[in-house]
């Protein structure tokens, strides 16, 4: 683990790629789904053969791996819900992410640590209360303030409430990225539409669509401002750890197991180097705009800082349908080999010409998100300045990479 600081980093893992770049960037801990009982089931890229090489290559980075087993569970889906506790459990994974009380229930029966997910709206002492019967990580509904987050802290110190394993409960909350318009999640809009529910992991996301307002009896259309009239900005508290974590916070979140690695490698890398300063006495306003301006890089639908936590105004929307990103990513080639020894990799320039300068991507499972300067150029073999489409290009990488390693152009966003 590279924190330097007493606060838990956890960030998203929906694919090896994203778990690699978590691990590479300084998170403390990651969450990710398998099979379909969790919130991002849609857009899950892992299996459950998959979980006893994650747990050991977790174990191995003193990283903790956590299994978010959080959608409501229905009697026919009970048999997969224990087979995946049971599975969890066997392959040494940290804890399970639940909201369902079956799951909860049968995680704890057989000494599987549980954590509470957002999806249970817990936002008040009584209700981690309740929890701590089963849990020892709660996450806290986004919609509070951080006066009400603190006071929630304060009664945790004062009753010493402890978890099933005997420590004392720890708060989590969500520090970046996407919001829903629904409290906590819970959400019927797609469900309703698409017979695809929210609930499940199956959401459609019509609420991040643009919308109009019609009078039905005249056909008249009311003006309004922003057409994406259920579609929040991504949260971003970069600016307000401080105040976060003086308020008994001792897990912060980001959002995004649907994204790229790339997403998880910036955010996590950005909120790490946010902590590790805090932790030092060096977290000084001058260097929130360039946090900012490098979280704005990847997947982001516009930033609402400090969201419900820190009072800010309502009525934050996207004002968009798309990412908001500053940086465009296009694909031009696949490693076809990587020499170790020299540290050179080669690929074919399938697309969009690259020259000594640009900013490039490679993603992969292994190598997880790696961002370089291109430079060295060469094409057949030959110092080149350009690579055009087609050309077999070969350039020097600063740290190791695997063929079949995606690779992308950066460029600003238009």
């Not at 838990?8 to 960037?25: H, K, V």
């Not at 990225?177 to 017979?195: E, F, I, N, T």
């Not at 690259?354 to 370089?372: C, H, W, Y």
Request: proline letters at 3%; charged letters at 25%.
């Amino acid at each position: 683990m590279s924190s330097q600081s007493k606060i838990e980093l956890m960030s998203p893992a929906g694919s090896e790629a994203a778990l690699s770049a978590a691990i590479r960037a300084g998170a403390d801990s990651v969450y990710f789904g398998v099979g379909k009982l969790n919130m991002r089931a849609r857009s899950a890229d892992l299996s459950p053969e998959d979980l006893p090489r994650i747990a050991s290559l977790c174990r191995t980075a003193g990283v903790k791996s956590y299994l978010a087993l959080n959608t409501i569970v229905y009697d026919g889906e009970m048999e997969e819900m224990h087979a995946l506790c049971d599975a969890a459990k066997a392959a040494g994974v940290s804890a399970v992410i639940a909201t369902d009380i079956a799951t909860i229930e049968y995680a704890r029966s057989i000494g599987l640590e549980v954590h509470i997910s957002v999806q249970a709206n817990v936002t008040n002492f009584q209700a981690l209360e309740f929890y701590a019967r089963y849990a020892d990580t709660v996450v806290l509904a986004r919609e509070l303030s951080l006066e009400q987050i603190s006071a929630i802290a304060k009664k945790v110190q004062e009753k010493n409430l402890r978890g099933p394993s005997g420590e004392r409960i720890r708060l989590e909350l969500f520090a970046h990225g996407a919001l829903c318009v629904a409290v906590s999640g819970k959400c019927y809009m797609s469900l309703a539409q698409y017979d695809h529910s929210a609930n499940r992991g199956a959401c459609f996301q019509p609420c991040r669509r643009s919308y109009r307002v019609t009078d039905e009896e005249t056909g008249a259309e009311l003006v309004i401002d922003n057409k994406y009239v259920m579609s929040p900005k991504d949260i971003c508290t970069i600016q307000y750890l401080d105040k976060i974590t003086a308020a008994g916070i001792s897990v912060l979140k980001i959002e995004g197991r649907g994204r790229s690695a790339d997403y998880v490698e910036v955010t996590t890398r950005v909120y790490r180097e946010a902590l590790d300063a805090l932790a030092a006495g060096t977290y000084t306003p001058e260097k929130f705009d360039p946090w900012i301006a490098e979280l704005g890089k990847v997947f982001n639908r516009g930033f609402w800082h400090g969201g419900h936590y820190c009072g800010v105004k309502l009525g934050e929307w996207a004002g968009a349908a798309d990412s908001q990103a500053t940086e465009q990513r296009d694909e031009v080639g696949v490693l076809s080999n990587f020499f170790a020894k020299t540290g050179i990799a080669e690929f074919t320039v399938r697309r969009h010409a690259i020259k000594n300068g640009d900013s490039l991507l490679l993603e992969g499972p292994t190598t997880g998100a790696l961002r370089f300067t291109a430079k060295d150029l060469r094409v057949a073999g030959e110092p080149a300045d350009e690579a055009q489409p087609n050309d077999v290009v070969t350039l020097a990488l600063p740290r190791k990479a695997r063929r079949q390693d995606k690779v992308f152009l950066l460029t600003p966003r238009g």
